[in-house]
């Protein structure tokens, strides 16, 4: 047998004879049809050539594709879980705009409050009837300020819709409480500190004491011993933590070491059950800040509690962030 060549297209490249037009594979000089070799350049071989780079492409997406949603879930699922509580105490954002989620520019309406005043006053500062806002998503749409009568009190951020009392004491102490409609939690019509509103179920309650340097002592004390000594009282504290009650402290310190001056910022959290006399029945956790500051001779404090569902926690956020960044009472945004 001679050596096999080539004799043109359409030959069988291991045989001397040409093929039919028809053949698409040869032996070894063997018969036309034959499917032990493709023929180069055939239909089959090409198409078979495609198919394999196809496969292969798709096979490199899909891949790429399940690389990229795992990394993803993985970035997703580290950013978004929800921050540890040490020490408990809600997880407080002191930024006005809370991370992780879409932010809206909303302008939020200022609701004037029926006012209980221990010396009637007239206020020459009013708040506009509405406040541009940065919000998350989620809660942009569900809440508003509440302010005095005559919109010249710093408003504190609670749920739309709802009711609200105010009441202002002769030296100076403040109270606010947000509830809905269906609730009471109205101010004695002449107020004063000692006083204490029902307790509703539900409810986003803002106090400050004032000048009354003894009641900002009965206030902070159970967080900050020294504080009764501070105030040149020197008694012990009459009130302490409630049961399971849990602190986290945001800026400061409980001591010891106290050195007459202080800057701090305490988170807690009253778990559902234990009731808090003049906020909560007790019916939802009692999330909650608490700012006291002290120097010389004097001290104030400030402090926030949101009793909602645990559904609404989102809106107790949003009200700390504000109430932080305003550093309420103040009129002033930090953020």
Known sequence: M????????????VCEAPLPASARFCGECGTPGDSRE?????????????ALLVGLAVAVVVLLSLLLVNLGR???????????????????????????????AVTVPVNECPTQQGIPQ??????????????????????AFYSDSTRSLAPILGPKGWSCSVGEAVDGGIGVSIYPASET????????????PPSPSVVIKASDDGGCQSCVADTVCPYVPEAEVKSG????????????????WLNGSPGPGFNGTANDLISFTIPAGSPKPGVS???????????YQSMDSEAS????????????????QAAFSDFINRSWPSQSDNS
Request: charge should be negative; hydrophobic fraction near 30%; proline fraction near 11%.
């Open 2 to 13: 001679t050596s096999a060549q080539p004799t043109g297209p359409g030959s069988c490249p």
């Open 38 to 50: 493709p023929v180069a350049g055939s239909p089959l071989r090409s198409g078979w050539v495609v």
């Open 74 to 104: 993985g970035s997703a699922s580290g950013s978004s879980a929800r921050p540890d509580r040490p020490q408990g105490g809600p997880a407080v954002s002191t930024s006005t705009t809370l991370a992780l989620s879409v932010q809206l």
């Open 122 to 143: 007239t206020q020459s500062e009013q708040i506009p009837s509405t406040i541009a806002l940065t919000l998350p998503s989620e809660v942009a749409h569900k809440v």
């Open 185 to 196: 939690a109205d101010f004695p019509a002449t107020y004063n500190a000692s006083q204490v």
């Open 233 to 248: 009282y020197g008694q012990s504290c009459p009130t302490s933590l409630l049961p399971d009650e849990t602190v986290k």
């Open 281 to 291: 029945s007790g019916r939802f956790a009692d999330e909650g800040v608490l700012s």
């Open 301 to 316: 404090d400030s402090e926030l509690d949101c009793v909602l569902p645990p559904a609404d926690e989102n809106v107790c």
